[in-house]
Each structure stands twice: as structure tokens, then as C-alpha cells.
């Protein structure tokens, strides 16, 4: 069985790149010149990869770390001694983007091993599901469409992915240095650096809780009842917990590789007055709490085959009804943080180019009480959401929740690019779905992928005022 799963994921993964470099040269051959984001990207690479590092050479315009042009520097650059390019052609627009095709291969590799290593091996329909699994995230359209184009997307998640992976095996100082090469491709990454810390204190956090609660049994106590018991007794757990001097040492000397990698990323903010260089202008962080929501359903739609069922909807009605004065309380209060932190970044009503721009348009910004009538969508989709990873710890929820709201609720700028990482660790984390979903969920990926790259290539238009082409992307 191992060795067939071995067959099937090489299949995979050679069907993907094969497919991938079709595109790359129908992307390549329909954009000569850099597009969107590119425009500050590309010439920078090739400002690095023609050997000029010093800060006068820095766009203001780009708000991230160097990471990507490092990386590109190092990967272009050895080709031209071993093949005797001229500069010209290793620094060249298609190089540099065909950086991102091979972070998307490691990617591949990535999530099949964190697959295997997450999700347990005692079914023999696993490796079947695994390598699907696989090859679903591999083409989840908001990450894949990035993947040809030279943005830092490809290469953010493969260093995230690699950090977490590393963690799940235990080497946490390779695990670090890892989160910091994520942090060098984005500043936010640093949240899942913190996130592989959260997992190994979750680990030891459920261990000692499983202690404690058979302690308990075997004792007999009285347990504590009243609404929120649960709740209490874990509060109560964590208190005593970290009152011991021995579980907080324990803990130190598990995580401190990611306490000097925070340490280090305090320092950066503390320097460079803040988490973005360059242009801080369209870039300021906010209390913008119905991105949470936004992801909220961004996942529902994307996962809507594991999410969205009518036992799903029936459990859900029922739990509404049972706790009917728990959920009024939290419609209230989302509908107020929907009134009072809902904000419009200038980019998303400014730039026509993003799909954004008309689900916003066309959604949210044509009737105002639309904002308010999605809440209940939202309170399901977070339910269903947290539903789907009952299987972990408690502590782990916590964590994941935790960095997710981190990662996104000071964004201003509703984009689904800030979606991919927290997504992809979403899914990692649920249990393997059955076969028919996963089926499911990778024909509705490829049709939308389909729908996306032929927009992008095919259905072009120009601004009045500029004679350059434009194209509808994420």
C-alpha cells in the first residue's frame, strides 16, 4: 500500500507541474511585462540580482521584507554559471516568476507530508484521501492563480509550511529559523511562528489536562456544575498551571527558539517604528473585526463540500433553538461590530482589477442592511468552522483562533490573499473528508481555476485614461 501511495502521489504531482508549466507559458506569453504588484517586484529582483543591494536602490513603494529577492537571487543566479546565461536572460521577468512555479512543487511536497504526518494512517482509504487532499490544496484557486505570477504568495507558504512541519516533527530551532525566512517573505507570518509555539503548548497543555481529569475520576470529586462549568474548570486548570515554576520552565525550554524569534521581530518593530516598511500610508492596521467574518465565509465557500450539508444546517438550527438567548446575544453582537468596525480601504472601491472590488460593489455596497442580513451566515459558517475541528484539543482551537484573529482583523484591506495561510492551516487540521467530497471539492477548484486563468488571459479591457491592458484577477 505504501508503495502504491508512492506511484499515486509522483502521478499527482507530475500531472500538476506539467499542467502548471502549460500555464506558465500561456501567462508568459500573454504578460511580457510586469502586471499589478509586479511593477515594484520585478524591477527590485533585478536590481538585487544584478548585484545592487544598498538601500538607495529600495522602492519605496514595497512593503515587505527582501525575502522573495533574495531567494530569486540565490535560485537565477547559480544558473548562469552552470549554463553560461548572459544577465539578461537569468534576470529576466520569466526567471524570476518561474521562482514561484518551483515554491509551488515544494508547496505540493509540503502539504503531503504534513498530511501524513497530521492526520492519522489507520484506514486504507487514507492514502487515497491523503494524496487528494493533496492535490486539492495544491490548486486551491486563490494560492494557485499566485503561484505564476511574481508575487510572494508561493514562497510565504512554503517556508509557513515548512516551519509547521519541522514543528509537528519536533525540531524547533530549524522550525524558527524557518518562521524567520517566512517573515522575510511577509511580516505577518511572524503569527504563524507563534502559531508553531501555541501547537507545542496546546500538546502539553491537553497532556497535562488528560492528568488532571483521570486525577479527578480516580479521586472521585464532586464535579463543578452551573452554566460554563466547562469552562471554569479549564480557566481554573490554566491558572494553577501556570502558577508552577516547573510547567513554565518546561515550556521555555520547548519554545524558546520562537520566543528569541518574537524577541527578534519586537526589535524590527521597535527600529523600524512599526511592522511595514515603505509606503505605511495604505498599509495602517485597525480593529476591522468583520474580517473574521469575511473569512468566515471565504472558507465556507471554499470548503462548502465538508462545511455545508442539510445534517449540518438541521444541527445547527437545533443548537440555535436549544441555546436560543446564547445566540441572540452573539447576533447582537456581531451586528454591532458589523456597524461600528466595518471599514473601506481606498484601494478596494479604487481598483476595478480584483474580484473584491464587485463583491463588494455588488454585495455589500448596493444595500446597506446587506451587511447586517449576512450575520447570521457568518455565525453559521464560524459554528460550522469550529464544528469541523472538534477533534482537536481545546488548547489547540484556542491557539488557531487566537493567530487567526491576529492575522486578520487589523488588516483594513479585505483581500483574499490575507486568507490563504489561515485557510490552508485550517485545512490541514479537519479530519480527512470522504472520498466523494474530496471529489467534489477538486472538480469545483478546477472549475474555478478554469474561470479564473481564462478571465485573466482572455477577457482583458483598458482604462479610459491609460492605453495598458488590464485583467480581472484575485
Given at each position: 500500500?505504501?508503495?502504491?501511495?508512492?506511484?499515486?502521489?509522483?502521478?499527482?504531482?507530475?500531472?500538476?507541474?506539467?499542467?502548471?508549466?502549460?500555464?506558465?507559458?500561456?501567462?508568459?506569453?500573454?504578460?511580457?511585462?510586469?502586471?499589478?504588484?509586479e511593477?515594484?517586484?520585478?524591477?527590485?529582483?533585478?536590481?538585487?540580482?544584478?548585484?545592487?543591494?544598498?538601500?538607495?536602490?529600495?522602492?519605496p513603494?514595497i512593503?515587505?521584507?527582501?525575502?522573495?529577492?533574495?531567494?530569486?537571487?540565490?535560485v537565477?543566479?547559480?544558473?548562469?554559471?552552470?549554463f553560461?546565461?548572459?544577465?539578461?536572460?537569468?534576470?529576466?521577468?520569466?526567471?524570476?516568476?518561474?521562482?514561484?512555479?518551483?515554491?509551488?512543487?515544494?508547496?505540493?511536497?509540503l502539504?503531503?507530508?504534513?498530511?501524513?504526518?497530521?492526520?492519522?494512517?489507520?484506514?486504507?482509504?487514507?492514502?487515497?484521501?491523503?494524496?487528494?487532499?493533496t492535490?486539492?490544496?495544491?490548486?486551491?484557486?486563490?494560492?494557485?492563480?499566485?503561484?505564476?505570477?511574481?508575487?510572494?504568495?508561493?514562497?510565504?507558504?512554503?517556508?509557513?509550511?515548512?516551519?509547521?512541519?519541522?514543528?509537528?516533527?519536533?525540531?524547533?530551532?530549524?522550525?524558527?529559523?524557518?518562521?524567520?525566512?517566512?517573515?522575510?517573505?511577509?511580516?505577518?507570518?511572524?503569527?504563524?511562528?507563534?502559531?508553531?509555539?501555541?501547537?507545542?503548548?496546546?500538546?502539553?497543555?491537553?497532556?497535562?489536562?488528560?492528568?488532571?481529569?483521570q486525577?479527578?475520576?480516580?479521586?472521585r470529586?464532586?464535579?463543578?456544575?452551573?452554566?460554563?462549568?466547562?469552562?471554569?474548570?479549564?480557566?481554573?486548570?490554566?491558572?494553577?498551571?501556570?502558577?508552577?515554576?516547573k510547567?513554565?520552565?518546561?515550556?521555555?525550554?520547548?519554545?524558546?527558539?520562537?520566543?528569541?524569534?518574537?524577541?527578534?521581530?519586537?526589535?524590527?518593530?521597535?527600529?523600524?517604528?512599526?511592522?511595514?516598511?515603505?509606503?505605511?500610508?495604505?498599509?495602517?492596521?485597525?480593529?476591522?473585526?468583520?474580517?473574521l467574518?469575511?473569512?468566515?465565509?471565504?472558507?465556507?465557500?471554499?470548503?462548502?463540500?465538508?462545511?455545508?450539508?442539510?445534517?449540518?444546517?438541521?444541527?445547527?438550527?437545533?443548537?440555535?433553538?436549544?441555546?436560543?438567548?446564547?445566540?441572540?446575544?452573539?447576533?447582537?453582537?456581531?451586528?454591532?461590530?458589523?456597524?461600528?468596525?466595518?471599514?473601506?480601504?481606498?484601494?478596494?472601491?479604487?481598483?476595478?482589477?480584483?474580484?473584491?472590488?464587485?463583491?463588494?460593489?455588488?454585495?455589500?455596497?448596493?444595500?446597506?442592511?446587506?451587511?447586517?442580513?449576512?450575520?447570521?451566515v457568518y455565525?453559521?459558517?464560524?459554528?460550522?468552522?469550529?464544528?469541523?475541528?472538534?477533534?482537536?484539543?481545546?488548547?489547540?482551537?484556542?491557539?488557531?483562533?487566537?493567530?487567526?484573529?491576529t492575522?486578520?482583523?487589523?488588516?483594513?484591506l479585505?483581500?483574499?490573499?490575507?486568507?490563504?495561510?489561515?485557510?490552508?492551516?485550517?485545512?490541514?487540521?479537519?479530519?480527512?473528508?470522504?472520498?466523494?467530497?474530496?471529489?467534489?471539492?477538486?472538480?469545483?477548484?478546477v472549475?474555478?481555476?478554469?474561470?479564473?486563468?481564462?478571465?485573466?488571459?482572455?477577457?482583458?479591457?483598458?482604462?479610459?485614461?491609460?492605453?495598458?491592458?488590464?485583467?480581472?484577477?484575485?
Open positions: 500500500m505504501a508503495q502504491l501511495e508512492g506511484y499515486y502521489f509522483s502521478a499527482a504531482l507530475s500531472c500538476t507541474f506539467l499542467v502548471s508549466c502549460l500555464l506558465f507559458s500561456a501567462f508568459s506569453r500573454a504578460l511580457r511585462e510586469p502586471y499589478m504588484d511593477i515594484f517586484h520585478l524591477p527590485q529582483a533585478q536590481r538585487y540580482c544584478e548585484g545592487h543591494f544598498s538601500l538607495s536602490q529600495w522602492d513603494m512593503t515587505t521584507l527582501p525575502g522573495l529577492y533574495l531567494v530569486s537571487v540565490g537565477v543566479k547559480p544558473a548562469s554559471w552552470i553560461g546565461w548572459s544577465e539578461h536572460v537569468v534576470c529576466s521577468i520569466g526567471m524570476l516568476r518561474f521562482v514561484n512555479l518551483l515554491f509551488s512543487v515544494g508547496n505540493f511536497y502539504l503531503y507530508l504534513l498530511f501524513r504526518k497530521v492526520q492519522p494512517r489507520n484506514k486504507a482509504a487514507s492514502s487515497i484521501q491523503r494524496i487528494l487532499s492535490l486539492t490544496l495544491a490548486v486551491f484557486p486563490t494560492l494557485y492563480f499566485f503561484n505564476f505570477l511574481y508575487y510572494t504568495e508561493a514562497g510565504s507558504m512554503f517556508f509557513t509550511l515548512f516551519a509547521y512541519l519541522m514543528c509537528l516533527y519536533g525540531n524547533h530551532k530549524t522550525s524558527a529559523l524557518l518562521g524567520f525566512c517566512g517573515f522575510m517573505f511577509r511580516q505577518t507570518n511572524i503569527i504563524w511562528a507563534v502559531f508553531c509555539a501555541g501547537h507545542v503548548i496546546a500538546q502539553k497543555l491537553t497532556e497535562a489536562w488528560k492528568t488532571e481529569l486525577k479527578k475520576k480516580e479521586e470529586l464532586p464535579p463543578i456544575k452551573g452554566p460554563y462549568s466547562e469552562f471554569r474548570k479549564i480557566l481554573q486548570f490554566l491558572l494553577v498551571y501556570s502558577m508552577s515554576v510547567n513554565l520552565s518546561m515550556l521555555f525550554l520547548l519554545t524558546w527558539p520562537y520566543i528569541l524569534l518574537v524577541f527578534a521581530f519586537c526589535v524590527f518593530v521597535v527600529v523600524n517604528g512599526g511592522i511595514v516598511i515603505g509606503d505605511r500610508s495604505s498599509h495602517e492596521a485597525c480593529f476591522h473585526f468583520p474580517q467574518f469575511y473569512f468566515f465565509s471565504f472558507t465556507l465557500f471554499f470548503s462548502f463540500p465538508h462545511l455545508l450539508s442539510p445534517t449540518k444546517i438541521k444541527a445547527f438550527l437545533c443548537l440555535v433553538w436549544k441555546r436560543r438567548i446564547h445566540f441572540c446575544v452573539i447576533t447582537l453582537a456581531s451586528i454591532f461590530l458589523v456597524w461600528k468596525f466595518t471599514y473601506v480601504h481606498k484601494y478596494l472601491l479604487a481598483d476595478n482589477r480584483h474580484y473584491t472590488f464587485y463583491v463588494w460593489k455588488r454585495v455589500f455596497q448596493r444595500y446597506e442592511i446587506m451587511k447586517y442580513l449576512l450575520v447570521p455565525i453559521f459558517a464560524g459554528w460550522s468552522i469550529a464544528d469541523s475541528l472538534k477533534s482537536k484539543s481545546v488548547f489547540w482551537n484556542l491557539m488557531f483562533f487566537i493567530c487567526l484573529f492575522s486578520t482583523v487589523p488588516q483594513k479585505l483581500e483574499f490573499r490575507y486568507f490563504i495561510l489561515p485557510y490552508v492551516i485550517y485545512r490541514l487540521n479537519i479530519p480527512l473528508p470522504p472520498t466523494s467530497r474530496l471529489v467534489c471539492e477538486l472538480g469545483c477548484y472549475i474555478v481555476n478554469f474561470l479564473t486563468f481564462y478571465i485573466f488571459l482572455s477577457k482583458t479591457f483598458q482604462w479610459p485614461n491609460s492605453q495598458d491592458t488590464q485583467r480581472f484577477m484575485w
